[in-house]
């Protein structure tokens, strides 16, 4: 009786027809292609929402950077399709062009590209408003955000400062929905704005808390009046009036923070906590910021210098923090690394797509993406039959775990300590560790791919027309890792370690509190 009443009225009738025809085509498509289309599909709405008042730009000129943005993933970016296949990627394109209907302001237009970006699955590759755009954004009156300060511990979201015009104390309470839609649910739309390595989802929840919660509402669903919040342990589900940033803030500053202040720490530290266990804690591999805030100014003085006191105190249980390691510099994991394995080739291939590419429309001036300088790209690398450039062994980085193996290299048990943000350089020592089985892990999964990751030598490409930003990384690192993980996961820990809401207000290191559990449990 439905479907006799849709096919009465003409508009409803077109509109049946071609959801006939979407699903014929998806029906003779793979089931990459379906995740593909879907993601698209659940992104947009068929309604404009209303993100304020912006420009509108002509509907070709978007088209124009649509087709420039194809160009740049599908000729630069090495490790486009190392997750979504190109038809679906293609396919999804296709849509996308299809959405562009009419006019829109440049906020619009980030809802529809920016699921296509995110198809790399891959979170070196970035998209960024126009600058004078964010500026609007931030000073804009008109411009209204859900009014929360919020964190995901786990799949669990709390709030954890209220920036609101409501008084009730609900900092530590859990969010179970708003406006209808559970965290994960709202977590799975939004999050698809933007990219994160392969299928990990402990990064999307991690980049969603504090106010970035707040900030992908609004680019997914725009400016809403009121929002409608259900906290476990309270009958009923509170309103909350949507504010400008100026307005949350000067409600942030009447209340207090709850959460206890993070002390600035070297990012290198080394501590012995008793006769038998030794901590290293590393929170980044980038030599400039090693350079400026340590004491010690190298990895590699670093290392030697703890290695030695671990040998000459006899310590048999060492533990690794890299739960805030980001990555940094590349072969810094590798100089870790090798305190502890035997070299081998940790790189099956270090693959770049192209050296030089040209984007070109046919009306904007056509841009130009390159990746390395002269003597790089003669020495260090070779060219392959496909046109693409791939990395020699023995030369410049090279392909191996390591260059030369170090003195004092550690025989005892190893416990590596890992996060969400535990990402790039941080996953790839995560990864050799685990695929050597040398360390046993604790915390939650790691933000980068267990198989690789496609970052280096990334190229921003300013879309002429919408003036939006899109950061393409050019190198795929592909490692050379046992099969022991499902295909597009990050490093999975042997203990699942996840703060409570009072552990992460006080900041206790919960892993490292895990990791002396399990030694003192085995002495």
């Known amino acids: 009786q ?7 009225f003409p508009p409803l009738r077109q509109a049946a027809n071609r959801c006939r025809q979407l699903y014929r085509r998806i029906k003779n498509l793979t089931q990459m292609k379906k995740i593909s289309i879907l993601l698209i599909l659940i992104t947009q709405n068929i309604y404009s929402q209303n993100f304020g008042e912006f420009p509108k730009i002509e509907k070709e000129k978007l088209q124009r950077d649509l087709d420039l943005l194809h160009q740049g993933l599908d000729k630069f970016h090495s490790g486009m399709y190392w997750y979504t296949p190109k038809d679906s990627v293609d396919f999804a394109f296709n849509i996308a062009k299809n959405k562009i209907n009419s006019d829109l302001n440049v906020l619009e237009f980030h809802k529809i590209i920016a699921p296509l970006v995110a198809l790399s699955k891959e979170d070196h590759t970035d998209i960024f408003l126009p600058k004078d755009i964010k500026e609007e954004i931030f000073i804009n009156e008109d411009i209204k955000y859900l009014p929360l300060i919020v964190r995901f511990l786990g799949t669990k979201l709390y709030c954890i400062r209220n920036g609101s015009d409501n008084p009730e104390k609900i900092e530590t309470f859990e969010i179970e929905e708003i406006n209808g839609e559970t965290p994960i649910e709202i977590a799975t739309k939004i999050g698809n ?10 990064l999307k929840y991690d980049d969603l808390s504090g106010f970035g919660f707040s900030r992908y509402y609004y680019y997914y669903y725009g400016i809403l009046e009121n929002y409608e919040v259900k906290f476990k342990g309270i009958a009923e589900p509170m309103n909350f009036k949507s504010l400008s940033i100026n307005q949350i803030n000067i409600n942030l500053k ?19 906590i008793n006769s038998k266990t030794a901590l290293i804690t590393i929170n980044t591999f980038h030599n400039p910021e090693i350079k400026k805030k340590s004491k010690y100014k190298t990895l590699k003085k670093f290392l030697a210098f703890s290695f030695y006191e671990i040998k000459e105190k006899g ?23 090798s305190y502890f394995g035997d070299n081998y080739q940790k790189y099956k291939k270090v693959r770049v797509k192209a050296q030089k590419v040209i984007l070109d429309n046919g009306i904007d001036k056509p841009i130009q993406l390159k990746t390395f300088g002269f003597l790089e790209r003669i020495f260090t690398n070779k060219k392959m039959d496909d046109g693409s450039l791939e990395r020699k062994n023995g030369i410049g980085f090279g392909l191996m775990a390591y260059k030369k193996s170090p003195k004092n290299k ?3 048990k190893v416990y590596v300590l890992i996060s969400p943000i535990t990402y790039s350089g941080g996953s790839e020592f995560s990864n050799m560790m685990y695929s050597k089985g040398l360390a046993t892990f604790i915390g939650q999964e790691t933000g980068g791919g267990y198989f690789g990751n496609t970052s280096g030598y990334v190229r921003s490409l300013t879309l002429p027309n919408s003036k939006i930003i899109i950061d393409i990384p050019a190198i795929q690192f592909v490692m050379n890792v046992e099969p022991k993980l499902p295909f597009g996961s990050g490093v999975k820990p042997h203990y699942v370690v996840i703060q409570t809401i ?3 207000i006080n900041r206790e290191n919960v892993n490292l509190e895990h990791a002396l559990k399990l030694i003192n449990e085995k002495q």
Request: negative net charge; hydrophobic residues 35%; aromatic residues 12%.
């Open 193 to 202: 704005l933007f990219a994160s390595d392969g299928y990990i989802k402990t």
């Open 2 to 8: 439905n479907w006799t009443f849709v096919l009465r």
């Open 254 to 272: 009447k209340s207090t923070n709850i959460v206890k202040e993070k002390v600035e720490k070297e990012p290198l530290q080394f501590e012995i």
């Open 410 to 412: 550690f025989n005892g």
């Open 315 to 337: 310590i048999e249980n060492l533990i690794i923090d890299i739960a805030e390691n980001g990555g940094g510099t590349e072969g810094n994991e590798g100089l870790l690394y």
């Open 502 to 504: 009072n552990q992460y």
